[in-house]
């Protein structure tokens, strides 16, 4: 492997990703010129006394030409300054990393559940193509694929919370579990804290607002991978291996799986993004901080700072998402990278 | 239909037990979109208070919710504000998707790359937050939510759409034309489009079964349909306090969810298998 | 051959998930809960914890922080009558505009200073500097003269008879902490999470959901029974703060959805405790700009409310309808009808303003599900006579910056409001003087009221004062300056095994945490 043509690559989509930042930053200075009323005043709320407003004006540089403000917010964005939050005082970037965590926390595990979950049904489904276990999973998969995420956390969270109190109802941990917050969320905390019962008491809090969230996009990757699979074990490839006198478990595994890692990652890839997008509404439903409670709250208060800072925010996680994915496919897959780095 | 480089695979007219329920069902929420409000009476937004949240009877088929208004017939009013939003954003932003995609794949190089560009931030960027973004400037409605949707859909259409038609273009009988001097545009329109029509067919399907579930989500949170209507995700929200009580304040309208969600979904299903039998299952 | 023993689990992966199964199981078991949950107390209340700046004690959730952290000069006791607190010895002057204290010499801060007379100076100063939240209830504040740490004068700028009694909300701030954390806001965005006060409970820490507490022992109040801990948890979902409550996680649930108290009554183990504040659910008008500037629409449109079967479905019957613009619980308040629905004489009413084409509109807090389902109820009562309501949600915060512009105010807004204290004088002028920009909530802008207000204000007579206080609740009726629906009964359901019957503070919408007591052990 050349290096010169990794790094190539690398810079490539480095520099993609940065495109797209950009991109993202100069939408959302669009979207505040856009917004209706005094943006100084927007930017210290409707309480404040005439003289914070003019100090706002000269700070966001208002009485410039756009284009200048247009560098100077670029600027700012450089420096991590969003803006100060006008319920909390805050300044926006701190209110979303001290959240954030919490949000990673939840998708990580709905990931892992996802994964968990789906990538085992499809390997035996396909494998036993036809059969019992075949057709009840694509059944299951076609009724969870079209359960809206809210409905059944509400459904999950009476059944097993309230009714069977198998799990808690709501919140990151029972009164006195939580582990010291050095992160923000409370798994982690726990774990770095050595403290056992706290991990536990956690992992039983985010039990259910995992698999709620990870429903849907386990009935994706499950449908996805198993096509994928059914593709690779019914090719004319595979015909030679068999005929080389493979076990069938062989074939599965050592060929079959890896060649559909690449698209099933990539599907992975993407949900990241809609996971975090659909984690305002499991945060909502079991009373969990994170940035789409965060920015739920923000909308609902007309912080116009904390919702632009939010949606920048957001646009770059999912943004680094992405092209940390597009990495792993290139290690993953040698497919992959003879595409991207041969020429 | 413009020339096609498949072979005329033997259409099976009848349906299968499958694909027919598929298609009734489908036709049952069309009628309620359509008839729905005609249909039904005047008190669907007429709140009883004193007959709230009572269980299903013979006069209240699904129960009265939290305003005493009938259930069963609020979802049937309801259809028109979930499904008819989610057909309409949805094929709002395959017709946009289509535009770019062919405008990219037809146009110089630059174009291609700005184009593709854009995408990338319209990808990096979830439907919710973008929803969320803009119930902030422009008020929570219905049609926030459907603006914000409409701007998030299109680029990956447009992505799929584009590798479709490079596909496309780069198949013979494609080249074939060319060398007989057809021009690049009525290659587009009349060989090139029709042919990833099928695919965009396909994802059209199974984008509505999922912008049910975001619109529902949207109004559940409140910042898409507003009182009194009757959306689905605004029943679920009204009736979230009512799970243990009043269980059918939120089965009924959830259940309707799910049911047009994995309608449209099989709905994609059915006719991605009927362009490549291949995929046929047993 | 190791490819094959990929499919079964490796010695590691069994190994981790049998420690997973077993930390799995020990949290199942329960394992060890905080030793002090017994003596700690755990609160669920709705609504956004925004600061804990005691500035802002006009949020209810601000307030209810601030009762736990901070002390007060003086407050109201249970009979509604006004007694010292820091302050040992107050008296108005004669002629309304100064007032001389005696304070307590035995009080410190949570950071063992103690507090004199010019924390109290620079609390007030620094309120009148911003003059934002709770600087409104201090109108006519002028300077504090320090005689020494236990003696001070307040003077005003003007008469101004309320002012003793908005010293129930002026929580005192540890001036030398404050100043020392100034930033560039005056402090406002390290109060936001900080405590330089001087309460019965010590701050430890807070997010956006939960706020928690420890007993300051150095505090100069000792009582009985006061928990060593407190937690107060935002849970805005009633049905969830039901499942908290039954699942213990909660001691005390406040605001609960009167459907749910009704169900959990019946529970052996809990008591439903109906807190009898001074909140009002009314619908209040913009009287100056709009379809509402009309007095005649405002009366028709009283008369369209469906009360009865509001109190009834959505609130249990926990409450009183209104018949006035006072909340019932509050005295000198005249002979007025109740309020009624009566749909002919609306339409008749209705039919005589020109009204085609015009859509009405009303804001509302989507927080709260009871005033929702009233936003909605009212709604569609609006169809019965014909008119068109939209609906709009709106967040307090919001609400309140829009009442300095009486363009911007809401056409109708729908509110549960309560009196900042038991005094009928606070209600009227903050919420119907003209000058009370910022709290006057309708725009409402009357010279005849005007004129009474300013004399109550420079009356030293508590019975005289009550006379005028009549005389502008009369003139407000007639002009319907809102839709007043009903006075509630909040109610608070708890373990009484655990707390003793939590009771109503007069000086906000719920309690006051500094009243939390543990059940005596029996």
């Known amino acids: 492997m050349a290096v010169r043509s990794i790094l190539r690559f690398l810079l490539m989509r480095l520099g993609q990703t940065i495109l797209t930042l950009w991109g993202l930053a100069s939408l959302v200075f669009l979207m505040i010129k856009l917004l209706p009323g005094d943006e100084a005043q927007m930017a210290v709320g409707a309480e404040a006394s005439p003289e914070q407003i003019e100090a706002a004006r000269q700070r966001l540089g208002l009485d410039a030409p756009v284009i200048i ?65 075949d057709g009840s999973s694509r059944f299951m998969a076609v009724i969870f694929g079209g359960l809206p995420v809210f409905w059944l956390a509400l459904m999950l969270q009476y059944l097993l919370g309230t009714v069977w109190r198998l799990l808690p109802i709501s919140g990151h941990n029972a009164y006195g579990m ?3 917050i050095l992160t923000g969320a409370a798994t982690l905390d726990a774990l770095l804290a050595l403290d056992w019962v706290a991990l536990a008491d956690a992992l039983r809090h985010i039990a259910l607002p995992a698999v709620a969230l990870a429903a849907l996009f386990s009935t994706q990757i499950f449908r996805a991978f198993r096509a994928s699979l059914l593709g690779v074990l019914t090719s004319d490839f595979m015909m030679a291996v068999r005929a080389k006198g493979a076990t069938a478990r062989r074939v599965l595994l050592r060929h079959a799986v890896p060649n559909s890692v690449t698209a099933t990652l990539a599907l992975a890839g993407t949900q990241f993004g809609a996971m975090v997008g659909s984690s305002v509404l499991i945060e909502s439903v079991f009373a969990r901080k994170g940035v789409g409670a965060y920015m739920f709250n923000a909308v609902a208060q007309k912080d116009s700072f904390a919702v632009l800072g939010s949606v920048i925010f957001i646009g770059a996680v999912v943004c680094i998402a992405n092209l940390i994915v597009d990495l792993l496919q290139l290690v993953v897959d040698p497919r992959v990278r003879a595409a991207q780095l041969g020429n | 239909m413009a020339a096609t480089s498949r072979p005329k695979a033997t259409r099976a007219l009848a349906l299968s037990p499958l694909e027919g329920f598929v298609l009734a069902l489908l036709l049952l929420l069309l009628a309620m979109v359509a008839a729905g409000p005609i249909l039904a009476p005047d008190t669907v937004y007429t709140s009883d208070i004193v007959n709230a949240l009572q269980p299903p009877s013979a006069e209240h088929w699904l129960g009265t919710d939290d305003q005493g208004r009938d259930v069963f017939w609020r979802v049937v009013v309801g259809a028109r504000a979930t499904l008819l939003s989610a057909l309409l954003v949805v094929t709002l932003y395959s017709m946009i998707g289509v535009a770019v995609a062919t405008i990219a794949a037809a146009g110089p190089r630059w174009l291609d790359e700005t184009l593709m560009r854009i995408t990338d931030l319209g990808m990096a960027l979830p439907s919710m937050i973008v929803a969320l973004g803009l119930a902030a400037a422009l008020g929570a409605s219905l049609q926030s939510a459907i603006i914000a949707m409409s701007l998030t859909g299109w680029p990956i259409t447009a992505r799929i759409l584009r ?55 949207l109004s559940f949170i409140g910042v898409g349909a507003q009182p009194p209507s009757a959306e689905w995700g605004a029943m679920i929200a009204a009736g979230r306090s009512y799970v243990a009580t009043a269980w059918w304040t939120v089965v009924a309208p959830g259940v309707a969810v799910a049911v047009t969600s994995i309608a449209f979904g099989l709905l994609g299903d059915i006719i991605q298998v009927r362009n490549d039998p291949s995929l046929r299952e047993a | 051959m190791r490819h094959l023993k990929s499919m079964r689990f490796r010695p590691g992966r069994l190994a981790a998930t049998a420690l997973l199964t077993v930390a799995l199981a020990t949290g199942w078991a329960g394992g060890a809960a905080a030793a002090d949950r017994a003596s700690t107390v755990i609160v669920a209340m709705a609504g956004q914890i925004n600061t804990l700046d005691p500035m802002r004690a006009d949020y209810s959730q601000t307030n209810l922080i601030a009762s736990a952290v901070y ?10 009558q006004l007694v010292g607190r820091l302050a040992t010895e107050f008296s108005l002057a004669p002629d309304v505009k100064s007032i001389a204290m005696t304070l307590r010499s035995d009080v410190t801060f949570h950071d063992g200073t103690p507090l004199t007379a010019k924390d109290i100076a620079y609390t007030l100063d620094r309120l009148k500097r911003l003059g934002a939240g709770v600087a409104s209830l201090i109108e006519g504040y002028e300077s504090t003269t320090v005689v020494d740490d236990t003696h001070l004068t307040i003077n005003l700028s003007k008469p101004y008879s309320l002012f003793l009694g908005s010293l129930s909300k002026i929580y005192i701030l540890n001036s030398a902490l404050v100043e020392a954390n100034l930033g560039a806001d005056d402090g406002q965005g390290w109060l936001q999470g900080n405590d330089a006060g001087s309460g019965p409970y010590v701050l430890d820490a807070i997010t956006a959901q939960d706020v928690s507490f420890s007993r300051f022992d150095g505090y100069w109040d000792q009582v009985e029974r006061r928990p060593e801990a407190l937690v107060y ?20 649930g406040l605001a609960m959805a009167d459907r749910d108290a009704a169900a959990l009554a019946s529970n052996p183990a809990l008591k439903v405790s109906l807190l009898q504040s001074t909140v009002q659910t009314e619908i209040l008008f913009n009287t100056r700009v709009g379809p509402t500037a009309d007095k005649r629409l405002r009366r028709a449109l009283r008369l369209v409310y469906d009360y009865e079967g509001g109190l009834a479905s959505i609130r249990g019957n926990n409450g009183v309808i209104a018949n006035g613009p006072l909340p019932t619980p509050l005295n000198c308040r005249p002979d007025l009808p109740v309020a009624k629905r009566d749909i002919e004489a609306a339409k008749a009413a209705l039919a005589e303003l020109a009204l085609d084409g015009v859509t009405l509109k009303m804001n509302f807090q989507p927080a709260f599900d009871a005033q929702k389902q009233e936003a909605t109820l009212f ?6 006579v014909g008119l068109q309501l939209e609906l709009e949600p709106i967040a307090f915060p919001n609400y309140l910056a829009s009442l300095k512009d009486p ?22 002028v903050k919420g119907y003087h ?22 109550a204000l420079a009356e030293p007579d508590e019975s005289r004062r009550c006379e005028i206080y009549k005389q502008v609740q009369t003139i407000l009726y007639d002009d319907a300056v809102m839709i007043d629906i009903y006075t509630l009964r909040k109610p608070a359901v708890y373990y009484p095994e655990k707390v003793e019957a939590p009771v109503a503070s007069p000086t906000g919408s719920s309690i006051s945490l500094a009243d939390v007591r543990l059940a005596p052990k029996s």
Do not use: C
């Not at chain 2, 590798?163 to 587009?188: H, P, Y």
């Not at chain 3, 002390?71 to 509604?80: F, I, K, P």
């Not at chain 3, 363009?407 to 009227?428: C, K, N, S, T, Y």
């Open chain 1, 178 to 180: 939580g582990a010291p």
């Open chain 1, 69 to 133: 403000q247009y560098l100077l917010f670029l600027s700012r964005l450089v420096k991590g300054d969003l803006g100060v939050s006008i319920s909390t005082f805050q300044p926006v970037l701190n209110d979303l990393v001290a959240v954030f965590p919490s949000t990673l926390e939840l998708v990580s595990f709905a990931m892992l559940v996802n994964l968990a979950v789906a990538v085992p049904s499809a390997i035996v489904a396909a494998n036993k193509r036809g059969g019992a276990f």
């Open chain 3, 71 to 80: 002390d007060t000069l003086v407050t109201y006791n249970a009979e509604r």
């Open chain 3, 434 to 455: 003209s000058n009370a920009i910022g709290t006057n909530r309708t725009g409402y802008s009357n010279p005849d009221v005007d004129a009474l207000l300013d004399a």
């Open chain 3, 379 to 384: 709604q569609s009562n609006m169809r019965d």
């Open chain 2, 163 to 217: 590798a479709v038609i490079r596909q496309t273009s780069e198949a013979q009988f494609v080249s074939g034309a060319q060398v007989l001097g057809v021009s690049k545009w009525r290659l587009m329109t009349r060989h090139v489009l029709p042919n990833s029509l099928d695919v965009l067919i396909v994802k059209w399907a199974s984008d509505v079964s999922t912008t049910v579930l975001v619109l529902a989500g």
């Open chain 3, 407 to 428: 363009e911007m105010i809401p056409q109708m807004m729908l509110l549960e409001d309560f009196a900042q204290f038991p005094d009928p004088g606070i209600v009227l």
């Open chain 3, 233 to 252: 948890r935002r849970i805005d979902e009633g049905a969830t703060r039901r499942d908290e409550l039954l699942a213990g996680n909660i001691d005390i």
